[in-house]
């Protein structure tokens, strides 16, 4: 497995929709409070984390419809570049780190 399989595998690119974590304390006017800032980045640390896993859920449970689709067959787990052990492993860590940070 590579560095770029793995990125591609729990969706790095996604990331960036969960920058809205941020807009309240945008709005709210609190966006220089160091500490609110500090539980918001964690937020966002353990939701990147979180939502990584399920996609990584999604695609292992998926990965034989997936095969034949023309867009999906190329992800890491549709075309053999990862185990299913491994994949359950990778899983299981996003979701420990995730959950240990929320």
């Known amino acids: 497995m590579t560095a770029k399989s793995l990125i591609?595998?729990?969706r790095v690119k996604q990331w960036v929709k969960n920058?809205?974590?941020f807009?309240?304390?945008f709005f709210s006017r609190?966006?220089?409070n160091h500490h609110q800032a500090y539980l918001s980045s964690l937020t966002f640390i353990a939701f990147c984390f979180l939502s990584?896993?399920?996609y990584v859920l999604n695609d292992l449970l998926d990965r034989q419809k997936d095969k034949f689709h023309p867009?999906?067959?190329d992800r890491p787990l549709t075309d053999d570049t990862m185990s299913v052990s491994t994949t359950i492993g990778l899983i299981a860590a996003l979701f420990i780190?995730?959950?240990v940070t929320a």
């Open 71 to 73: 867009h999906k067959k």
């Open 52 to 54: 990584s896993a399920m």
């Open 19 to 21: 920058l809205f974590i």
């Open 97 to 99: 780190i995730g959950i």
């Open 23 to 25: 807009s309240p304390l």
């Open 30 to 32: 609190h966006i220089y």
């Open 8 to 10: 591609k595998l729990i």
